[in-house]
C-alpha cells in the first residue's frame, strides 16, 4: 500500500535551516508527484510547491522562491524539503502528498505530518 | 495568481441537517477542484476530485457540484463524524491555492 513517512520533530533558531524528509514506499517513484503542503498553529492549509521525482524538475509558490529547495533520492524514494532562513511564521506541521497521477492532480495520499517549531 | 474563497468560514448545523459549502475561484478553473476533509488533530483526507468525483470509500452524503469559478459542497444529513474543517483546492495550472477552509460544528 501507498505510504508517506515524514521525519521526526525539529525545533530550529531563527536564521536557521532544516531539512525534512518524506520517504515513499508501496508505488513506483518517480511516475508520481510529490507536493508539500504546511498548516501553521490553527490555520488553513498552504500549499509550498511540488517536485516530479522523475526528472527532479519543481515548481514552488511564489511566496516560498528562494527559501524552499526539494529534492528526490531514487536510489532510497524519498522527497526531501529544505527551508532557509528560518523566522517564527515558519512554525508549522509541514505535510507530504502524493498526487494520483498524470493529469490527476489531486493529492490523494498524505504523509503524517512534521513539526517545526522555530523559536529562539 | 488565482485565489480561492471559501464561504463561511465557519457554520453550526445539528445532526441531520443540510450543509452547504461555497468556494469561489478568483478565474475560472473549469473542474479542476478538489475538496479536502480535516478533521481536528488528524491529517487531511480527500473526498471529491474533478469538483463532482467522490473519492472511493467516502460516504455518499457528501456530493460536490460547479465548474468554472463557483463551487459547492453539500453533507446532507450531517453526522457527528462529520465535525472537520473543509478545504477546496485549485490543481489547475499554477499555484495549487486551498481556500482558507470552513469549520463545521454541529449544533
Known amino acids: 500500500q501507498v505510504q508517506l513517512v515524514q521525519s521526526g520533530a525539529e525545533m530550529k533558531k531563527p536564521g536557521a535551516s532544516v531539512k525534512l524528509s518524506c520517504k515513499t514506499s508501496g508505488y513506483t517513484f518517480i511516475n508520481y508527484y510529490i507536493h508539500w503542503v504546511r498548516q501553521a498553529p490553527g490555520q488553513g492549509l498552504e500549499w509550498m510547491g511540488l517536485i516530479n521525482p522523475g526528472g527532479g524538475s519543481t515548481s514552488y509558490a511564489q511566496k516560498f522562491q528562494g527559501k524552499v529547495t526539494m529534492t528526490a533520492d531514487t536510489s532510497t524514494s524519498t522527497v526531501y524539503m529544505e527551508m532557509s532562513n528560518l523566522r517564527s511564521e515558519d512554525t508549522a506541521v509541514y505535510y507530504c502528498?502524493?498526487?494520483?497521477?498524470?493529469?490527476?492532480?489531486?493529492?490523494?495520499?498524505w504523509g503524517q505530518g512534521t513539526r517545526v517549531i522555530v523559536s529562539s | 495568481d488565482i485565489q480561492m474563497t471559501q464561504s463561511p468560514s465557519s457554520l453550526s448545523a445539528s445532526v441531520g441537517d443540510r450543509v452547504t459549502i461555497t468556494c469561489r475561484a478568483s478565474q475560472g478553473i473549469s473542474s479542476y477542484l478538489a475538496w479536502y476533509q480535516q478533521k481536528p488533530g488528524k491529517v487531511p483526507k480527500l473526498l471529491i476530485h474533478?469538483?463532482?468525483t467522490l473519492q472511493l470509500g467516502v460516504p455518499s452524503r457528501f456530493s460536490g457540484s460547479g465548474s468554472g469559478t463557483e463551487f459547492t459542497l453539500t453533507i446532507d444529513s450531517l453526522q457527528p463524524e462529520d465535525v472537520a474543517t473543509y478545504y477546496c483546492q485549485k490543481y489547475n495550472s499554477g499555484p495549487r491555492t486551498f481556500g482558507q477552509g470552513t469549520k463545521v460544528e454541529i449544533k
Open positions: 474533478a469538483a463532482t
Open positions: 502528498a502524493r498526487d494520483q497521477g498524470l493529469a490527476m492532480p489531486w493529492l490523494s495520499f
